[in-house]
Structures are given as C-alpha cells and as structure tokens.
C-alpha cells in the first residue's frame, strides 16, 4: 500500500467507525480521561495541519484559526491548548464542522502527496497516520465508557468482540539466557521501541493463554477484593476509595454477573478473556493464583509462540527509556519521552487495534490504575 493509499484507508475507517453515533454522543466527556469523539476527529486532523500542511505545504491557509487552541492535546512546543477536562465543554464548533475540517484538510493533503514530498517528510506523515490508528483505539475506549455508563446501555455498530478461550492454557518454557529486545529492522516504529540492547531472562514459563473471566470470577467468589494482602498499597487504597469489586462495566444482578459491551448489555461469557482490568488487579489476581506478570522484556521474547490481539496485557515493567533512547527536537519530540514517569507497560493488541498498528516490540503505557483501555491478564509461573 502507498503511503497515499495509507492515508486515504486510515482517513475513512475513522469517518466509517462514528458512522452510527447520534449528534448527541459526539461532544460528551463523563470523566477527565475520556475524550468525545467530536474532539478525536478534530485532533488527529489538526496533527496533519500543524505538523505537514503548514509547515511544508507553500500558501497553505489553515481551516480555522481557532482549531489550533482547540484540538492540541499536549505539545508545548505547538502552542497552549485547551485543558483536557474541559474539552467536552465544547458544543462549538460543531460536528458538522468538524468534518467540513477533515474533508478540507484531506482534499489538501492529498495534493500535497501529489507533490513528492522527501523522505522526511513523509516519516512525519507516516507518524500522523499512527497516530490516528491510536486515536480511532482510543475512540472505542472512550465511546464505551460514554455509553457503558447511560441507563439504557446503548450501542454502536462495530466489530469490536473478544472470541472465548475453547482449549485450556499451556505453559510455554522459555529458557536462561540473553536476549535482544527491540525494533530492529527499517519498518516503522515508534522511538520508544528504538535502542535494540540485550536483556539477561531467567528460566521462565508463561500461559499461551489469557485469563478467562471464569477464572477472574473464582477470584471474586474467593474474596480477592476484599484481601488487602494480595494488593499494592496503591492498589488497595484505589479499590477502596473507589468501591471497586469487579472489573470495568460488571455489574452482579440476583446473584450473576453481566457487563456491558458495544453489542449490548449481557450475561458475562466464562470462556472470554477478563478485559477492563488495572494494573493493580492484574497484580492482585496472579498474587492469589501465586504466579506473577511477566516482564515487558519476558512477554516480548516468548510472544513469538503464543497468539496475542485480543488485550492488551499488562506487564510488570515500568515506563521507561531504552539505552540510548533520544528525543526528536520540537513537538514531535513530546510523542512519547515525557510520559516515561508513573506508567506500566502493556504490550501487545487489543480487538479494538487498527489492523497492522502492532508488532512484538510495540510500547503501550497506561498508569495503573486505567481500566477503560482493552487491557487483560497473561500469567507467568
């Protein structure tokens, strides 16, 4: 596919996956880490404007020049913004206006492919189309959660469903040794994947299966909610001060369990892999299963022989910088650097990932106690 023929198909999924949202559903913000898809649409456009159309485009004139304030999320270095809770607060401009900008912004981007841009240039278009692959993630998290928490529990078209677990877990040993971790071919990648070093791993096994919500239930049934010697003290104060005693969007009902899902509200499936889950529970659960998560550098190298895609998994591993890990100069150094204080990684994919957005060296990054990402559990013993 052409770096054209990229941008169109990645432009479109996006106008294609709000295809079944109501007016009303674009602009709402329940809490500060949800962002409306109003706001996504218009941010991943401005990423193009800000960082291609009026850098290197001649006698470009921006949509509106309101936008830039608007739908910057966090880099300094473009200019100030508006502050994240408050971008549900913005009935204007309107939806409709919003895709007059995506239509007006593709139309010129496209003549500006036309023109043969260098290398270099098309690596920052490159990133932006990334870029927006995690904005239309981040999209189903975020309508989820609006939806997930209305009385009526409504839905949108989608395709977003985890498949069950038909064959019982096999343990995958992965032997002592050295190891190298790291992108280490031309394809794209992110800068926190770069800095290929090697890594010493002790013997280890790990599930080539995540956990099921049947086992997530036995650990409910078992009291693990209530046995503060499973949990981080951050993690048990979290759970308290937020009368949390199931995963994301459970709810018990005469004795069962449903959870909402885009298809619907429904009686919890046994054999689907347990998602919505914190760090601070996956913690918790391989505590009471006496195991453990496995590193970020343990799930990198046995992840050749396991499938994975269905959740992002947490791992045991801080955020933090490889060897040798350096900034890009300007915004664009913003991407990923600052972030690299307070956060685990996860890695992996989740059913709500833009087709060929992951690989095995892919970085995800939450803080611990997110649940409304596609997160899950895979056990190491």
């Known amino acids: 596919?052409?770096?054209?023929?990229?941008?169109?198909?990645?432009?479109?999924?996006?106008?294609?996956?709000?295809?079944?949202?109501?007016?009303?559903?674009?602009?709402?913000?329940?809490?500060?880490?949800?962002?409306?898809?109003?706001?996504?649409?218009?941010?991943?456009?401005?990423?193009?404007?800000?960082?291609?159309?009026?850098?290197?485009?001649?006698?470009?004139?921006?949509?509106?020049?309101?936008?830039?304030?608007?739908?910057?999320?966090?880099?300094?270095?473009?200019?100030?913004?508006?502050?994240?809770p408050n971008r549900g607060l913005m009935t204007r401009p309107t939806v409709d206006e919003v895709y007059a900008y995506r239509k007006y912004v593709d139309e010129q981007m496209l003549l500006f492919?036309?023109?043969?841009?260098?290398?270099?240039?098309?690596?920052?278009?490159?990133?932006?189309?990334?870029?927006?692959?995690?904005?239309?993630?981040?999209?189903?998290?975020?309508?989820?959660?609006?939806?997930?928490?209305?009385?009526?529990?409504?839905?949108?078209?989608?395709?977003?469903?985890?498949?069950?677990?038909?064959?019982?877990?096999?343990?995958?040993?992965?032997?002592?040794?050295?190891?190298?971790?790291?992108?280490?071919?031309?394809?794209?990648?992110?800068?926190?994947?770069?800095?290929?070093?090697?890594?010493?791993?002790?013997?280890?096994?790990?599930?080539?299966?995540?956990?099921?919500?049947?086992?997530?239930?036995?650990?409910?049934?078992?009291?693990?909610?209530?046995?503060?010697?499973?949990?981080?003290?951050?993690?048990?104060?979290?759970?308290?001060?937020?009368d949390i005693k199931a995963p994301q969007y459970w709810h018990q009902i005469e004795g069962k369990w449903y959870y909402y899902t885009l298809q619907g509200f429904q009686e919890v499936k046994p054999n689907q892999p347990v998602s919505h889950i914190s760090f601070y529970e996956a913690y918790a659960f391989a505590e009471w299963k006496h195991m453990r998560l496995p590193t970020e550098f343990e799930w990198e190298i046995a992840s050749k022989q396991f499938p994975y895609g269905q959740l992002w998994e947490w791992t045991n591993s801080a955020y933090l910088p490889y060897p040798n890990f350096s900034k890009a100069p300007g915004a664009l150094g913003e991407y990923n650097g600052k972030f690299m204080i307070n956060q685990m990684v996860l890695r992996g994919a989740s059913v709500a990932t833009a087709e060929g957005h992951s690989r095995p060296t892919y970085r995800n990054f939450f803080h611990p106690e997110m649940r409304w990402q596609f997160s899950g559990i895979r056990l190491v013993k």
């Open 1 to 84: 596919m052409t770096l054209k023929d990229s941008y169109i198909h990645t432009r479109k999924r996006f106008v294609t996956i709000c295809k079944s949202l109501k007016t009303e559903d674009y602009s709402v913000q329940p809490e500060v880490f949800v962002s409306p898809p109003k706001w996504h649409l218009a941010h991943s456009t401005w990423f193009f404007e800000q960082f291609v159309l009026s850098e290197f485009m001649p006698d470009y004139k921006v949509f509106d020049e309101d936008f830039a304030y608007l739908f910057n999320s966090y880099y300094n270095n473009a200019g100030t913004r508006v502050l994240r």
């Open 113 to 242: 492919l036309d023109t043969q841009p260098s290398e270099a240039i098309k690596d920052i278009i490159t990133l932006g189309i990334q870029h927006e692959q995690q904005h239309q993630e981040l999209f189903y998290y975020d309508i989820k959660y609006i939806l997930g928490h209305q009385p009526t529990f409504p839905t949108i078209e989608n395709k977003i469903e985890l498949t069950e677990i038909e064959q019982p877990s096999k343990w995958l040993k992965i032997s002592e040794g050295v190891y190298p971790i790291g992108h280490d071919n031309n394809a794209f990648c992110y800068d926190n994947e770069m800095g290929c070093h090697k890594v010493f791993l002790h013997e280890f096994e790990i599930s080539d299966q995540l956990v099921t919500n049947k086992a997530y239930m036995e650990f409910i049934d078992a009291g693990g909610y209530k046995n503060f010697n499973l949990w981080h003290a951050e993690g048990w104060d979290f759970i308290q001060q937020n």
